[in-house]
């Protein structure tokens, strides 16, 4: 039987949210941990599918944007150490090229689906300051970007809004 090593006990500082998305996971753990400054143990990664984007529809899109503030809650009472929330979207995420058809009022994303996961980030700034500043977390938003034709690396740009 293998076993393998957990950490017993941890005082996460941040919880950083970004894309499940398989192709972006060797950059989206070295990012954190070297950039970031945060080790394993050190952070909550909450990895799901659209990544921060998740939160740009509150309105519009009530149960994505539940699911992730639920989790935040949660993680809120029982963590009293986090202080920081990172929010990374990235680039041609496949959660965007499925907004356009979840409801009609989503329709604006059809029209230019690649420029939204950087464009959202705004709105997803927005969504912090209306609904969820009760947490009392300092907010980066990071946007992942290609950095070659043949799309086999990335670069992370922090977005101030
Ligand atoms: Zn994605």
Redesign the pocket.
Known sequence: MNVYEVIPRVSPEAIVVY?C?PRFQTAFGPFVESELGLKKGQYVPLVV???AGVLANPDRLPNEFEFLKNRFELFHEHFASIRRLVLIN?ED???YKTLAGKIPALEEYAAEPCHWPREDLTRIAQTFDRLLSHLGWGVELYYAGFTNGDRSQVAFDRIRV
Do not use: N, R
Request: aromatic share 12%; net charge negative.
């Open positions: 894309c998305d599918a659209g990544g990235h995420c496949v959660y």
